[in-house]
């Protein structure tokens, strides 16, 4: 069965260095999402990003974040200059034209 | 804006037992409304959902009703199992078709002994 598929599993940076956070979305997939959950705290809707271009974000997603679909199969998530309070489980999602997202494991992001 | 309340947790129930699962949400229009699992090490899945007022979304034992009289979406199973230990997430999409973004609960962790 296909899946969306994240890496790394566990990223500890230290604060004001870049990350680029990475997820391999279901193949014939259109619509892509990335969301992150504070420890405790909800899962937070980040970005939407369908035909190459962001669909919608949150207030969240400042200029620090950006997305990219560079190759047709990669979708990333880079934070240019990390805080504290970026750590949390960032989680990707896919979706096709029905309304069911597919999620991946997420990616455990630590800043010191 | 939208949002998502889920009872608090963790709840802790033996094998068998009954669970309720309590999510009441706020939006405006009509939303479609979800549940996710996430079992340990693995991403959210969607367990049900239900588009529309009324509607009941059942998957594996699971079942919830949207009432949209009293805002709630409140996931039930008669009897749980060891397996069905993990954490549940209420959700609702401002729209019915894709893309468009979910806006979660803070879910709930079910631990289920034998």
């Known amino acids: 069965e296909p899946e969306v598929t994240q890496t790394p599993s566990h990223q500890v940076t230290q604060m004001g260095q870049e990350v680029i956070l990475r997820c391999v979305p279901i193949s014939n997939h259109l619509y892509f999402y990335w969301y992150r959950q504070i420890l405790g705290q909800k899962v937070e809707f980040l970005v939407s990003f369908y035909n190459n271009e962001i669909s919608e974000k949150s207030e969240i997603f400042d200029d620090q974040f950006s997305v990219e679909r560079p190759d047709g199969s990669n979708f990333t998530l880079k934070i240019r200059s990390t805080k504290l309070e970026d750590s949390a489980m960032y989680f990707c999602a896919s979706q096709d034209r029905g309304n069911e997202q597919f999620f991946g494991p997420g990616t455990r992001l630590t800043v010191l | 804006g939208d949002s998502v309340t889920q009872m608090e947790g963790p709840v802790t129930l033996s094998e068998e037992a009954f669970l309720t699962i309590n999510c009441t949400y706020t939006?405006?229009?009509?939303?479609?409304l979800f549940w996710y699992v996430q079992y340990p090490g693995e991403g959210l899945q969607l367990l049900l959902k239900a588009t529309k007022a009324d509607d009941k979304g059942s998957n594996k034992g699971f079942e919830a009703t949207y009432r949209k009289e009293t805002t709630s979406f409140h996931l039930e199973k008669g009897s749980v199992q060891v397996s069905d230990s993990a954490v549940y997430f209420c959700?609702?999409?401002?729209?019915?078709?894709?893309?468009?973004?979910?806006?979660f609960g803070k879910g709930i962790t079910l631990s289920v002994r034998p």
């Open positions: 959700a609702l999409s401002a729209d019915t078709g894709a893309n468009s973004k979910l806006t």
């Open positions: 939006a405006t229009g009509y939303p479609s």
